[in-house]
C-alpha cells in the first residue's frame, strides 16, 4: 500500500481506511443484513488501487490528515445519485476541513475517520453498446448563462437515451457559486453526469496546487478517478496544475501513478477511454 504526502508539507503519520464494497440490494445507501460483499472490487486513494477480497472488505492507507478514497465502479453496478444525479463513490477525509479563508466553500471538517467507510453499489444492465451525452466548456457566467444554456441545451437533451452525461471541464467561469443552479440543470438530464475539472473549475485564491480542488472536492469528489460502463473503462484525469497566480498543463507524479496501478487491473484489450480537459 503507498502513503500519500501532503504537497508542500511534512507528511504526518498515515493512516489506514477500511471498509467493505456491498450489493446495495434495497437501495438505502447502508449495509443491512444479507446485503453480500463484492469481491475484486477496486478501491483507490487516488494513487494506490487495491481490490476488495471474497468478503467485499478492501484496506489502503492514506494520509492522517487530507485524503480521498473511492470505488472504481464495475461494469454492471452504479454508485447511489445524490438529487443532482451526481455519482456519490467517494469518501472524503478532511479532519479539519478546508481552509476557512477560502472565497468559495470547501470542504466542512469530516473529522475522526470512521471504522469503515463502506461503498454501495446498486445492479444494473449495461449493454455492450451505448451512447454518452458530453459537454464541453459550459462556463456560465451568471445565472442568465444558466438559463440559456438550460433552454438551448439541456431542454432539447431531456429524454436522452445516453446512459451518462460527462462535462469534460470548465464547467464554470471561474464563479464557483454558480456550481448549484448548474448542478440543478444538468440534473434535468435524468441521467448520472461523470464530470472533468477544468482550470476554470479552480480555488484560485490559493498558492499551491493541492489546495486548488477545494470546492471541487466538496461537490463532485475526486479529479482524477476511474470507472467502467458496459464494455469499456473510462479515467478521468486531472492535467490542470495551479501555480499561485496562473495555470499549467500537465500530470503530477500521483495522478501518473493512479493511471499505472489503475491499468494493471483493465485487460489489455479493453477499450480504454481517457477524459481530461485540456489537450495534451
Known amino acids: 500500500f503507498g502513503i500519500l504526502l501532503p504537497v508542500g508539507g511534512a507528511a504526518e503519520e498515515p493512516i489506514t481506511v477500511r471498509g467493505i464494497v456491498f450489493d446495495d440490494l434495497n437501495k438505502n445507501d447502508a449495509r443491512d443484513p444479507g446485503e453480500p460483499g463484492l469481491a475484486k472490487i477496486r478501491v483507490s486513494n487516488g494513487s494506490e488501487v487495491a481490490q476488495t477480497d471474497g468478503t467485499g472488505q478492501y484496506e489502503l492507507t492514506i494520509d492522517a490528515s487530507d485524503a480521498m478514497v473511492f470505488v472504481i465502479k464495475p461494469r454492471g453496478y452504479l ?78 437533451l431531456i429524454g436522452t437515451d445516453a446512459a451518462f452525461g460527462m462535462a469534460l471541464g470548465d464547467l464554470m467561469a471561474d464563479l464557483l457559486d454558480l456550481y448549484e443552479p448548474y448542478n440543478q440543470v444538468m440534473a434535468q438530464l435524468g441521467i448520472p453526469m461523470w464530470n472533468v475539472p477544468g482550470n476554470h473549475d479552480l480555488n484560485m485564491d490559493v498558492r499551491k496546487d493541492a489546495l486548488s480542488t477545494e470546492t471541487w472536492n466538496r461537490i463532485f469528489g475526486p479529479t482524477t478517478y476511474a470507472f467502467d460502463y458496459g464494455p469499456v473503462h473510462f479515467i478521468v484525469l486531472d492535467n490542470i496544475l495551479w501555480r499561485g497566480n496562473t495555470y499549467g498543463v500537465g500530470f503530477d507524479e500521483k495522478t501518473l501513478k493512479f493511471v499505472e496501478n489503475d491499468l494493471k487491473h483493465v485487460p489489455k484489450d479493453q477499450l480504454v477511454v481517457i477524459a481530461m480537459h485540456a489537450p495534451l
Open 79 to 156: 454508485s447511489p445519485l445524490n438529487k443532482h444525479n451526481l455519482p456519490q463513490f467517494h469518501y472524503v477525509h478532511k479532519p479539519q476541513g478546508s481552509p476557512p479563508e477560502l472565497k468559495y466553500k470547501g470542504v466542512a471538517p469530516t473529522g475522526p475517520l470512521p471504522p469503515s467507510v463502506d461503498f454501495p453499489l446498486r445492479k444494473r444492465p449495461e449493454p455492450d453498446e451505448f451512447k454518452v451525452v458530453m459537454f464541453g466548456d459550459p462556463q456560465p457566467n451568471n445565472l442568465g448563462d444558466i438559463d440559456h444554456m438550460a433552454n438551448d441545451v439541456i431542454g432539447e
